[in-house]
Every structure is written in C-alpha cells, then in structure tokens.
C-alpha cells in the first residue's frame, strides 16, 4: 500500500513551457486535492475532485488545469508556466465517512521551480 | 470565508519543555479540526483531528481540545523532544456545501527543539 504519490519529485521549467504533475492514490478515496505550499502562506488549495470524472475550482486555480480520468489518479497541467507557479505542490486524497469526509492523505510533495 | 490563525514561528524551545502553539478559527457552521505536522522534505502527515466541540485529540503526546465558545484549537506537549522539530499546520473543514472543498490551512508553526 504505497498511499499517495506524485511524480515527478522534482523538475525545473522555463518561462512558457508547460508540464504535467501525476498524483496517484491506492485507497479507493472518492476525494483528491491539489495544493501548492509558498513560504509563509500556508497551503492554499489549487483544485479538487469528488469523483471520476469531476473536477472544481479551489483557492488559487489560475494557471492550472486538471483532469480525473480515473478513479486512482489526479493530474494538474501548466499549459504555460510563470515564475509566481515556482512552489512546491502537494496531492492529497481523502474517503467519504457517514459523518462527512474523512482526514486527507498527503503525498511527499513535487518541488517545480520555473525561471 | 474560512480562515484558520496559529502563531507565527520559528518557536524553539529546550528538550523536555512544555509546548503550546495556538490556533484560532473562522468558520461557518461546525468544522473538523485538524493538525498536521511536515517534517523536513515532507509531505503533510496527520497528527491529531476532533469533529466535534469538546472533542479532544491526542496523538504521540499531543493533545488538543476543541473549544467552540473561544473558537480555538491549540497544540500540546508536556515534554517535546528533538525529533518533534517540524512545522506544525493548524487547518479546519467545514464540508461547506456539502462537498469536500478541500481544508483550510494557517500559515505553521516551524518548531525547533534544541538539545
């Protein structure tokens, strides 16, 4: 059970390019989020999805796209990147208990940085 | 909006030291609390969460108590040791909606104990 993963774990960009982040859970949660961490800011939420095929705007959805063709993974797109998206993004995923939604699961983080 | 307030860091204190970082909340209706800790090239790990007012959570020596009538959530532990050095997330879900629309995060605590 390797929970939740993301790849890449790294990765640097130039102003323009774009590049695709893959977020993969093995938990069967219905729920996934992106969230990208700045210092000082705490997490802010990007998108997330309640489900297959769904997708809604979070806090800061501006520059990025995404897309839940499966049940298990959750993909966020930089058509083209700017240097304000250098941060470090986190997946997380969460199931849905009787009383509402249940503790998020966080992957270990893709640290992108874009000159 | 939600919005989630913890003390700004770094805090450090000495091996053994009692340990309270504060976190106050905003929120419509009745939010599950949470802290989650992120060790150092980490992602979010959960430390402890309540759902309900006068819930208290406890995990590997922390606690925290649910206080509704002050709108409060503060961490605790009688005796921290070095491998407690993180940062520290104070963060809420009010399930606003109906939906899981992700949690509300401050901004962490970084915490360093020295030895």
């Known amino acids: 059970n390797a929970g939740v993963t993301q790849t890449p774990k790294f990765r640097v960009l130039k102003t323009g390019q774009s590049m695709t982040l893959l977020c993969a859970q093995d938990?069967?949660?219905?729920?996934m989020y992106w969230y990208r961490q700045d210092p000082g800011m705490g997490l802010r939420l990007i998108h997330y999805?309640?489900?297959?095929?769904?997708?809604a705007k979070g806090e800061v959805p501006d520059g990025y796209n995404v897309s839940r063709l499966k049940k298990q993974n959750f993909l966020l797109g930089l058509e083209s990147a700017a240097p304000s998206q250098t941060s470090v993004y986190f997946c997380a995923s969460s199931q849905v208990i009787t009383s509402g939604v249940d503790e998020q699961y966080f992957g270990p983080g893709t640290r992108l940085t874009v000159t | 909006g939600d919005s989630v307030t913890q003390m700004e860091g770094p805090v450090t204190l000495s091996e053994e030291a009692f340990l309270t970082i504060n976190c106050t909340y905003t929120a419509t209706g009745y939010p599950s609390l949470f802290w989650y800790v992120q060790y150092p090239g980490e992602g979010l790990q959960l430390l402890l969460k309540a759902t309900k007012a006068d819930d208290k959570g406890s995990n590997k020596g922390f606690e925290a108590t649910y206080r509704k009538e002050t709108t409060s959530f503060h961490l605790e532990k009688g005796s921290v040791q070095v491998s407690d050095s993180a940062v520290y997330f104070c963060a809420l879900n009010s399930y606003s909606g109906g939906g899981a629309d992700g949690l509300t995060f401050g901004k962490g605590t970084h915490l360093i104990i020295q030895p």
């Open positions: 999805s309640v489900g297959e095929g769904t997708t």
């Open positions: 938990m069967n949660h219905e729920y």
